[in-house]
């Protein structure tokens, strides 16, 4: 205010000192001023009608621009819907997503019918079966395995050849054969053993080696377990097309296992070229064996193949039962990978047993595998049916050497 009211007294006070001076420069100057005025006021007029129209236009294009249409009005997103109208991100469909979670499938136009099924929450049980009940029973399957063998062996002790080795020895086995049972044995045996390491190798090797050593027995053991199967396959083709004639149950058996083998009743039951105890060991072997290929076979072609679904729809026809047929492809594997280990500890336990008698168990046995001659005591009180087969020259082969039994003419 002081400011402003000092500025009026001065401009006062020239036109007031002109006034006094010159009248007509004094008239002229006058003139002059109200010109400058009127200029000002047109100026000042045009920058604020500018200012107004910058103002306007700035309004307009906030207005219409995309980031505006985010923001204002009806637009705006509320409650999950998304602008547009499209259902792609903002909103959350936990139906939708519940369904798909627990393995929902979708149609799929390409090829690969098995993308229609997002996730398969099956996988999950599958996984915390395998690493936990299954193999936790497994491990106790196979060490009370060992545990009762033991048992038995301590309690029972060898079983000898009663009469004592007879020093002449008779051909049990032929050349083929014994190579057919070697080649089963030996592939097994790695089978079981790179088996065994993927069930129980994290657990068991991974503390006391590492895990680079660990991965690299894994990896080897895994190339082992793929190719060593065929051998596998090939020993129980041969095994079976040999030995199956001789397996196929009689009346004898009956006795046998009434018997217990001999353990009950006292002397030797009768047999034939095998005891019914033999004969369930054949059989196991050849059944499972064709049981553990096949799911191997799955196993190593994954997504090829619908065996469980197939069976389960024989078992439904057949049985009346109500077990799932629409298996989807992954499930498939799960169920085989599943599968596979149960035949291989079965067959393992089994075979721990058929190892024990084929060496500590019992005396005299092992020959009959690794030369192919037995005593002929212990053929007689093991297999009395089949010495008598192979002297009546009815069965089997006779060796002719010096101390071996001739086959009767
Ligand atoms: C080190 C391991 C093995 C030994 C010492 C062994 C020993 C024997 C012996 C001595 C026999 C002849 C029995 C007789 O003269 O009556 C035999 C037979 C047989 N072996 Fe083995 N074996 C072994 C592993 C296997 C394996 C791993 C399998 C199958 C996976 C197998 C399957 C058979 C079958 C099916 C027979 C005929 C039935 C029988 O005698 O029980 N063996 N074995």
Same mark, same amino acid.
């Given at each position: 205010?002081?400011?402003?009211?000092?500025?009026?007294?001065?401009?006062?006070?020239?036109?007031?000192?002109?006034?006094?001076?010159?009248?007509?420069?004094?008239?002229?100057?006058? &003139?002059?001023?109200?010109?400058?005025?009127?200029?000002?006021?047109?100026?000042?007029?045009?920058?604020?009608?500018?200012?107004?129209?910058?103002?306007?236009?700035?309004?307009?294009?906030?207005?219409?621009?995309?980031?505006?249409?985010?923001? %204002?009005?009806?637009?705006?997103?509320?409650?999950?819907?998304?602008?547009?109208?499209?259902?792609?991100?903002?909103?959350?469909?936990?139906?939708?997503?519940?369904?798909?979670?627990?393995?929902?499938?979708?149609?799929?136009?390409?090829?690969?019918? %098995?993308?229609?099924?997002?996730?398969?929450?099956?996988?999950?049980?599958?996984?915390?079966?395998?690493?936990?009940?299954?193999?936790?029973?497994?491990?106790?399957?196979?060490?009370?395995?060992?545990?009762?063998?033991?048992?038995?062996?301590?309690?029972?002790?060898?079983?000898?050849?009663?009469?004592?080795?007879?020093?002449?020895?008779?051909?049990?086995?032929?050349?083929?054969?014994?190579?057919?049972?070697?080649? #089963?044995?030996?592939?097994?045996?790695?089978?079981?053993?790179?088996?065994?390491?993927?069930?129980?190798?994290?657990?068991?090797?991974?503390?006391?080696?590492?895990?680079?050593?660990? %991965?690299?027995?894994?990896?080897?053991?895994?190339?082992?377990?793929?190719?060593?199967?065929?051998?596998?396959?090939?020993?129980?083709?041969?095994?079976?097309?040999?030995? #199956?004639?001789?397996?196929?149950?009689?009346?004898?058996?009956?006795?046998?296992?009434?018997?217990?083998?001999?353990?009950?009743?006292?002397?030797?039951?009768? &047999?034939?070229?095998?005891?019914?105890?033999?004969?369930?060991?054949?059989?196991?072997?050849?059944?499972?064996?064709?049981?553990?290929?096949?799911?191997?076979?799955?196993?190593?072609?994954?997504?090829?193949?619908?065996?469980?679904?197939?069976?389960?729809?024989?078992?439904?026809?057949?049985?009346?039962?109500?077990?799932?047929?629409?298996?989807?492809?992954?499930?498939?594997?799960?169920?085989?990978?599943?599968?596979?280990?149960?035949?291989?500890?079965?067959?393992?336990?089994?075979?721990? &047993?058929?190892?024990?008698?084929?060496?500590?168990?019992?005396?005299?046995?092992?020959?009959?595998?690794?030369?192919?001659?037995?005593?002929?005591?212990?053929?007689?009180?093991?297999?009395?049916?089949?010495?008598?087969?192979?002297? &009546?020259?009815?069965?089997?082969?006779?060796?002719?050497?010096?101390?071996?039994?001739?086959?009767?003419?």
């Amino acid at each position: 205010m002081n400011a402003m009211s000092n500025k009026a007294s001065f401009n006062q006070n020239p036109g007031q000192q002109n006034h006094g001076h010159q009248n007509h420069g004094h008239q002229k100057r006058g &003139a002059r001023s109200a010109a400058l005025k009127q200029r000002d006021q047109a100026r000042s007029f045009m920058v604020i009608a500018l200012t107004v129209l910058m103002a306007i236009s700035a309004l307009l294009w906030l207005h219409n621009s995309p980031a505006s249409a985010q923001v %204002s009005g009806a637009d705006k997103p509320v409650a999950g819907a998304t602008p547009g109208g499209t259902d792609s991100g903002a909103s959350s469909d936990a139906e939708l997503w519940r369904q798909i979670r627990h393995g929902v499938t979708g149609t799929v136009v390409g090829h690969n019918k %098995s993308a229609g099924l997002l996730i398969q929450s099956d996988g999950q049980q599958w996984r915390l079966t395998r690493n936990g009940p299954l193999a936790m029973y497994s491990a106790w399957a196979i060490l009370g395995t060992l545990l009762l063998l033991s048992l038995f062996f301590a309690l029972r002790g060898r079983i000898r050849i009663s009469h004592g080795k007879s020093g002449k020895t008779m051909k049990r086995f032929s050349g083929i054969e014994r190579m057919g049972h070697w080649l #089963l044995a030996s592939s097994f045996i790695l089978l079981a053993l790179t088996g065994l390491n993927l069930l129980f190798g994290r657990k068991l090797l991974i503390p006391l080696i590492g895990k680079d050593a660990f %991965s690299t027995i894994t990896i080897f053991g895994k190339f082992i377990h793929n190719y060593v199967a065929f051998a596998f396959m090939l020993g129980l083709v041969i095994v079976a097309i040999l030995w #199956l004639v001789h397996n196929i149950p009689n009346r004898h058996d009956v006795v046998w296992l009434l018997r217990g083998g001999g353990m009950l009743g006292g002397g030797h039951p009768k &047999a034939r070229k095998f005891n019914a105890g033999q004969k369930i060991i054949f059989w196991v072997v050849i059944l499972c064996g064709i049981s553990i290929s096949m799911s191997g076979w799955a196993l190593m072609n994954p997504f090829t193949t619908t065996m469980f679904g197939d069976t389960f729809s024989s078992l439904n026809d057949a049985f009346g039962t109500q077990l799932p047929t629409d298996v989807a492809l992954i499930q498939e594997q799960q169920y085989q990978s599943l599968w596979h280990t149960i035949m291989a500890v079965f067959m393992i336990m089994v075979v721990l &047993a058929h190892i024990y008698i084929g060496t500590i168990g019992m005396e005299g046995a092992l020959d009959a595998m690794t030369s192919g001659d037995v005593d002929t005591n212990w053929a007689k009180e093991h297999h009395s049916l089949w010495v008598e087969e192979v002297q &009546a020259g009815k069965k089997g082969t006779a060796e002719t050497g010096k101390e071996s039994i001739q086959p009767a003419e």
